[in-house]
Each structure stands twice: as structure tokens, then as C-alpha cells.
């Protein structure tokens, strides 16, 4: 259940991403044309303004034009006069005056063309700029619907992306209502599972309860099968006292820290082949109940039992003594027991 609920909690993450890069696409795009209606608008001005100039343009050319077309009649008109200049005598000083008065209005008319020339070089140099400047401007707004292009192809990635985790998510979702049907059969189960166990509880109980009585008879049995036990052992010892006559005679001395240990024990069956017994030195001097009144091995050191060659061991631990046809002569040797101390076996 956790880590549905982390999936679902990364899902509504990636798609609060999706809807902020979404609109902030969006508001982009919308920035975007913004700058690109100021710039048609700004290239709408720019033409009314060629325009504006080239009208101008074109009405000084049409004044330019009339000018020339009258300073050719007055040149023809010049021409005819100086051909009758011998009937137009009385007409020169006339003539003079208006040729005068026609050179002055020419002078005016090349000042106002000069003018004009001034004025149509400088709007064709504001025309270059502004030509450069609406090149520029292209320039920008292509760069700007490129950029626009890129917005748009991410916008709908983004739309896309948003889709697939649309469609992850309903899946997850159908993924979550069947993980929770399943978390609700194995609710019943486990209750069902526990209500099993509360009956197997009681049954334990009353088991444990059974088991304790068990254990008091078990007790009972036991004391009554050590005193069976005890009698038995009694009545054997008394049985091997009274068949069998086991005598030794050893003698123990120590010589430089080595305890030495020799002599005959006899009494024992007469076997054919040799046999092994265990030779040791117990707590106590008494052989009663079969030697258990000899409790265990000598230890005061509190080790484990071992042979006579291993550092750890009983001290009383002397290994095995062999017999042959009744009797075993002892001759043993050891450098942990002692004849005095605190491992002494006296």
C-alpha cells in the first residue's frame, strides 16, 4: 500500500509539472504574439510613410517637369524672337524684361528643384533605413515564428506526455482497486487466520494445562522408578559382593612432580582374550551402591573430562588399565595429580 501510494503521489507530481510547463507555453505563445502585432503594426507605419514620401516625391517631379516644359517654350519663344529680331526691334527691351524676368523665375525654379533634389536624397536615404529596418524586422518576426514553431511542437509533447501520464494513471488507479480488493481478501483471511489461531490458543492452553498434569504424574513416576532403581542397585551390589572377591594392592609415590602409581588388582573374571577397564580416582573412598557412593571424577578444577594425555581433563582421568586372566598390574604415570596440595588425591 505504501509504495502505491508513494506511485500515486509521483503521478499527481508529474502532472502538476506538466500543467505548470503547460502554461507557461502558453503564456510564452501569448508573448510571443504580442511582440509580433507591435512589429506588423510598426511595418504598417513604416509603409504609410514611404507612401507619405513618395507622394511628396511625385508631386515635386510633376513641378519639376512643368518648370522644364515652360523653360522650353520660353527657349523656342527665345529662339523665334532672335530670328525676327528685325521686326520684334521694339519689342527687345520687352522681351529683355521678360527674359529677365524668366531667368530669375528659372533661378527660383533650380534653387526650388535643388531643394527638392536635397529633400528626395534624404527620403531616399530614410527609405533605405527603413527598408533596412524592415528587413530586421522580418528577420526578427521569422525568428520569432520559428520560435513560435518550437513552442508549439513542445506544447504538444507536453500534451502528449500529459496523455501517457493520464492513461499511466487510470491504469494505476485499476492497478490500486485491484491491490485494494486484494488487501481486503487478505483481510478476511487474516481474520479468518486469527480466529484460527485464538481456537489453536485455547486448544494450547488446555494442552498446557494437560501437559503440567502430565508432568506432576511424570514426577510421581520418577521418584517411584529412582527408589525402584535404588533397590535394585542395593540388591545387585549385595548379589556381586557376595560372587565376586575383586583385592589390589597399589602404591602411590611421587618423584620430581610425577605421580607414580603401581601394583596388582585381582579378583576379576577369568577371561580368554585381554580387556580394557577404565582406571580412575573418584571424589569419595566409599565403593557402596555399585560405586555410586564414589561420585564422579576427581575435579577440582572444574574441566572437562579428557584423557591422561590432554591438558584439559579431570585430574582424576588415568585412562584404561588392561587385564589378563583375572588380574591387572597397574602401572601408570601422571604429572597433574599429586600427593599434596589442592590436587592432591589423598
Known sequence: MDSIKKKMTSLSQATDEANTR???????????????????????NIQKKMQALEGQLDSC????????????????????????????????????????????HLANAITDLAKHSQRADHAVKKRQQLENFNTASEEQCDKLEYQYKEDKFTLAESERKYDDIARKLHGKEEELLRGNERCEACERKIIDLEEELQAVGQNLQQLEVSEEKALKREETYLGQMKSLNDSLKSAENREENATMNIQSTLHLREV?????????IYGLPHDEAPNLHGFHIHEHGKVGSRCLDAGGHFNPRGTQHGGPKDKIRHIGDLGNVQSNHGKIYVNVQDTQASLSGKYSVL
Do not use: P, W
Request: charged share 45%.
Open 22 to 44: 503547460a502554461q507557461e507555453h502558453e503564456r510564452e505563445t501569448r508573448q510571443v504574439n504580442e511582440v509580433a502585432d507591435k512589429s506588423e503594426e510598426q511595418i504598417r
Open 61 to 104: 517631379t510633376e513641378k519639376l517637369f512643368d518648370v522644364t516644359t515652360k523653360y522650353e517654350d520660353k527657349e523656342k519663344h527665345f529662339s523665334n524672337a532672335e530670328g525676327d529680331v528685325g521686326a520684334l526691334t521694339r519689342r527687345v527691351v520687352l522681351l529683355e524684361e521678360e527674359v529677365d524676368r524668366s531667368e530669375r
Open 256 to 264: 620430581g612432580g610425577k605421580l607414580f602409581i603401581d601394583g596388582v
